[in-house]
T-cell receptor, first 115, second 116 residues
Framework: AQKITQTQPGMFVQEKEAVTLDCTYDTSDPSYGLFWYKQPSSGEMIFLIYQGSYDQQNATEGRYSLNFQKARKSANLVISASQLGDSAMYFCAMREGRNTGKLIFGQGTTLQVKP | NAGVTQTPKFQVLKTGQSMTLQCAQDMNHEYMSWYRQDPGMGLRLIHYSVGAGITDQGEVPNGYNVSRSTTEDFPLRLLSAAPSQTSVYFC???????????????FGNGTRLTVT
């Protein structure tokens, strides 16, 4: 069964608008972590934001925030005030369990920001 | 800081050839791993290591070998290349998962491998 699902293969957003990238996950372990990475066309993987399963508040990092809905098993990435440089592939990933470095990745969402 | 360094950046192999993808990190990370990225499939874990002398299999280990003789280096060996191994390979490292579970993986810039 798919552990991490990103249902939006591609998305468009107008520059300066906010955009939400969806991520749902499946795990029976009460301790897990969720990561978002950005992959620009140059190919490198850039870490954006982390949310732990026991974190009480939604994670935020600058223009990135995570809409964490534990009961729905969703961890959507919100990018505020989109910039042209936000055009990239975005991956959601889950660490299942506490003491592991293994990440399970979703299929990714390609975001294009229109001027 | 160099971070995670992968070589080569590009490689073309013929079916049946062997090669080693190099990975080195200078961040004193205990944990290192190899992923492959294929279109529409995200990244899949090939092998990982929690420290020097310790390696284990990930989701797609067949056709690949690894070793970890030092903390810094984690080479990935393709034993007999097949067209199905055409992919982009990423090496990634992080601090000990037991001590720092929320620390992110740091990725190298990838190796694009084509097997003909």
């Amino acid at each position: 069964a798919q552990k991490i699902t990103q249902t939006q293969p591609g998305m468009f957003v107008q520059e300066k608008e906010a955009v939400t990238l969806d991520c749902t996950y499946d795990t029976s372990d009460p301790s897990y972590g969720l990561f978002w990475y950005k992959q620009p066309s140059s190919g490198e993987m850039i870490f954006l934001i982390y949310q732990g399963s026991y974190d009480q508040q939604n994670a935020t990092e600058g223009r990135y925030s995570l809409n964490f809905q534990k009961a729905r098993k969703s961890a959507n990435l919100v990018i505020s005030a989109s910039q042209l440089g936000d055009s990239a592939m975005y991956f959601c990933a889950m660490r299942e369990g506490r003491n592991t470095g293994k990440l399970i990745f979703g299929q990714g969402t390609t975001l294009q920001v229109k001027p | 800081n160099a971070g995670v360094t992968q070589t080569p950046k590009f490689q073309v192999l013929k079916t049946g050839q062997s090669m080693t993808l190099q990975c080195a990190q200078d961040m004193n990370h205990e944990y290192m791993s190899w992923y492959r990225q294929d279109p529409g499939m995200g990244l899949r874990l090939i092998h990982y290591s929690v420290g020097a002398g310790i390696t284990d299999q990930g989701e797609v280990p067949n056709g690949y070998n690894v070793s970890r003789s030092t903390t810094e280096d984690f080479p990935l060996r393709l034993l007999s290349a097949a067209p199905s191994q055409t992919s982009v390979y990423f090496c990634a490292s992080k601090f000990s998962p037991q001590t720092f579970p929320s620390s992110p993986l740091h990725f190298g810039n990838g190796t694009r491998l084509t097997v003909t």
